[in-house]
């Protein structure tokens, strides 16, 4: 029982990690990027739409989604294209931050 109790919290400890929060300061960094079809401060220009306070968890999985291909769309493919896991995080993160 209490290794089990032992496992557990060792794997929750390491989900923790591999989730940790990105930093809102780096994603702004970052965001200039996406300025053109989100607006300076993610709140969107028709028809692409608006990030300014959505979920970070869920935009950090579309934006991984659109990378991997599991999301369609030509644009998305070619902006994260090259960033990195912690720069998606990040940018997650500074456009939960915006209200």
């Not at 923790?16 to 989100?38: E, F, I, L, Q, T």
């Not at 999301?71 to 994260?80: E, G, I, L, Q, S």
Request: with cysteine; hydrophobic share 50%.
């Amino acid at each position: 029982m209490i290794r089990a109790l032992f496992a557990t919290g060792t794997m929750l400890a390491f989900v923790s990690v591999v989730h940790a929060a990105g930093d809102p300061a780096a994603g702004k960094a970052k965001a200039a990027a996406c300025a053109a079809c989100h607006g300076a401060n993610g709140q969107g220009v028709a028809p692409n739409p608006a990030l300014a306070g959505k979920n970070a968890d869920q935009m950090l999985q579309a934006l991984q989604d659109y990378k991997s291909g599991k999301r369609n769309n030509a644009v998305m493919k070619a902006m994260t294209a090259s960033l990195s896991d912690q720069d998606m995080a990040n940018l997650a993160a500074y456009y939960a931050s915006l209200k």
